[in-house]
T-cell receptor, first 119, second 113 residues
Framework: AQTVTQSQPEMSVQEAETVTLSCTYD???????LFWYKQPPSRQMILVIRQEAYKQQNATENRFSVNFQKAAKSFSLKISDSQLGDAAMYFC????????????????FGKGTHLIIQP | DVKVTQSSRYLVKRTGEKVFLECVQD?????MFWYRQDPGLGLRLIYFSYDVKMKEKGDIPEGYSVSREKKERFSLILESASTNQTSMYLCASSPGVGNQPQHFGDGTRLSIL
């Protein structure tokens, strides 16, 4: 079974600064997907960024980027120019790649990192 | 935008009651999921479904069952609610092709007294 570990229960960063959230995972599979989800106090889980394991290039979405190290099984999230609206719980998640392309497997989540933005 | 709607935002029930949590998605997604979220534990998969009337157990199915009679609706059932099922429950859906990410509802905070 796969496991996802987020070693930082809480992180704090000054507004406009850069912060990196850590995530490591354990799997014996070679093909899979990794995700970062954000959950603000409103509770809705929002997809931040996604990485396919077969792609060497790190995914980026505006101020959000990942550092994907497949051999080390590491998937960290970097948030640049932090904004007050970035304050939330951040969850790293893993999903096996479905050979049929159906994506029917559930996600395996880490325990989350609470990100605080200091004004 | 994908809309995943959970019928209740807050729900209070008593021990031993049969509890239904409803989830509806409006994007014709094949896959639907139920997760439970507890502080310090993250989200854990209870059940999922990849088609009408199909269901698969997740990591923590004990004490729960599900129903998917229509493609857009996925119900989580607590057959006899217990206090250790007090939690936040999140429903999600995703398309059946293309290994697409899951879209989540707003969650139901369930308290069992």
């Amino acid at each position: 079974a796969q496991t996802v570990t987020q070693s930082q229960p809480e992180m704090s960063v000054q507004e406009a600064e850069t912060v990196t959230l850590s995530c490591t995972y354990d799997t014996s599979e070679s093909d899979y997907y990794l995700f970062w989800y954000k959950q603000p106090p409103s509770r809705q889980m929002i997809l931040v960024i996604r990485q396919e394991a077969y792609k060497q290039q790190n995914a980026t979405e505006n101020r959000f980027s990942v550092n994907f190290q497949k051999a080390a099984k590491s998937f960290s999230l970097k948030i640049s120019d932090s904004q007050l609206g970035d304050a939330a719980m951040y969850f790293c998640a893993y999903r096996s790649a479905d050979p049929s392309g159906g994506g029917a497997d559930g996600l395996t989540f880490g325990k989350g990192t609470h990100l605080i933005i200091q004004p | 935008d994908v809309k995943v709607t959970q019928s209740s935002r807050y729900l209070v029930k008593r021990t031993g009651e049969k509890v239904f949590l409803e989830c509806v998605q409006d994007m014709d997604h094949e896959n639907m999921f139920w997760y439970r979220q507890d502080p310090g534990l993250g989200l854990r998969l209870i059940y999922f479904s990849y088609d009408v009337k199909m269901k698969e157990k997740g990591d923590i199915p004990e004490g729960y069952s599900v129903s998917r009679e229509k493609k857009e609706r996925f119900s989580l059932i607590l057959e006899s609610a217990s206090t250790n099922q007090t939690s936040m429950y999140l429903c999600a859906s995703s398309p059946g092709v293309g290994n697409q990410p899951q879209h989540f509802g707003d969650g139901t905070r369930l308290s069992i007294l």
